[in-house]
């Protein structure tokens, strides 16, 4: 079945340090990719999707780049903040009745010190 | 701005035991959607409706019910509880309603123990 993939369990970085999680898809058909991000004591909330190859999605500083050959969709930021600490989760999603169905990650706890 | 409450935040439970997670969504989506979330696993689906009177299975539904009574409302029922139903459980709404974002809303979560 298809599922999302993220290799880093956890990443301590120093504020404006250079982030990078990986994330990699399988899928059996053309998924839109998302990335969320989750702070302590809340639910998950939307950053930003991306729906076709090479298409680049971004919000608050992040960008993620549509790969379809690699089958990724990196999530980057070029200088963490101690407030991006929080837990994000790559997701792939296919279009229903008007929203999307989507499969989740297990998620990378992004910790950034000061 | 897109709204999505849960109802209780927190609940400690028996095993056996009967157990209602409640949401209520001001969004007027039409779709709604329950996942557990556990370390290790992200977020998983458990059940979601397309709209009031209507439920589907998600990828995890063994052991869970779920109830749309109205566009506003959705529920999740654990029958029988069991310590493998400990989790956080999150509600989230989505489709052509309120703002143009199709995106799906989340709302901030139930941790449920099962004793």
């Known amino acids: 079945g298809d599922s999302v993939t993220q290799t880093e369990g956890q990443v301590a970085l120093s504020e404006e340090d250079f982030l990078t999680i990986h994330c990699n898809y399988s899928a059996s058909g053309y998924p839109a990719l998302f990335w969320y991000v989750q702070y302590p004591g809340e639910g998950p909330q939307f950053l930003f999707r991306?729906?076709?190859?090479?298409e680049k999605g971004s919000s608050r500083g992040f960008e993620a780049t549509y790969d379809k050959g690699t089958t990724s969709f990196h999530l980057r930021k070029a200088s963490v903040q101690e407030s991006d600490s929080a837990v994000y989760y790559c997701?792939?999603?296919?279009?229903?009745?008007?929203?999307?169905?989507?499969?989740f990650g297990s998620g990378t706890q992004l910790t950034v010190m000061p | 701005e897109a709204a999505v409450t849960q109802s209780p935040r927190n609940k400690v439970a028996v095993t056996g035991g009967k157990v209602t997670l409640s949401c209520n969504q001001t969004n007027n989506h039409n779709n709604m959607y329950w996942y557990r979330q556990d370390t290790g696993h992200g977020l998983r689906l458990i059940h979601y409706?397309?709209?009031?009177?209507?439920?589907e299975k998600g990828d995890i539904p063994d052991g869970y019910k779920a109830s749309r009574p109205s566009q506003e409302n959705f529920s999740l029922i654990l029958e029988l509880a069991t310590p493998s139903q400990t989790s956080v459980y999150f509600c989230a709404s989505g489709g052509p309603g309120l703002g143009s974002s199709y995106e799906q809303y989340f709302g901030p979560g139930t941790r449920l123990t099962v004793l």
């Open positions: 997701a792939l999603g296919f279009p229903s009745s008007g929203s999307w169905q989507l499969i």
């Open positions: 409706s397309y709209g009031a009177g209507s439920t």
């Open positions: 991306a729906s076709r190859d090479k």
